[in-house]
């Protein structure tokens, strides 16, 4: 089994930054990719970060400039760093991932609990 565990939210306000960190544990074999999702009140969940297991990132243009992906292979963790915050970026930040269990295994796609961000104007 494998777990996603987000951090890092809370209450900010508008123009600060914020840096979200996703740990996975369990059985790994390694990773396809990973993700960011948010869902904002009212709204349907969006992707707003991707990162291949090559290490390319792709963003949406809603937050291209703003939101970097990272991540740090040797603690199965994946970041999220986010500047000039906005009130509309105010949601819950889901991490995601499509996870290899073991060779030759299919990818496998999981999902944090969430994480609350809220920012204030």
């Known amino acids: 089994q494998v777990q996603l565990v987000e951090s890092g939210g809370g209450l900010v306000q508008a123009g600060g930054s914020l840096r979200l960190s996703c740990a996975a544990s369990g059985n790994i074999f390694r990773f396809n990719a990973m993700g960011w999702y948010r869902q904002g009140p009212g709204k349907q969940r969006e992707v707003v970060a991707r990162?291949?297991?090559?290490?390319?990132?792709n963003y949406p243009d809603s937050v291209k400039g703003r939101f970097t992906i990272s991540r740090d292979s040797a603690k199965n963790t994946v970041y999220l760093h986010i500047d000039s915050l906005k009130p509309e970026d105010t949601a819950v930040y889901y991490c995601?991932?499509?996870?290899?269990?073991?060779?030759?295994?299919?990818?496998?796609?999981?999902w944090g609990q969430g994480t609350q961000v809220t920012v204030s104007s």
């Open positions: 990162i291949s297991s090559g290490g390319s990132t």
């Open positions: 995601n991932a499509d996870v290899i269990l073991y060779y030759g295994a299919p990818g496998r796609n999981y």
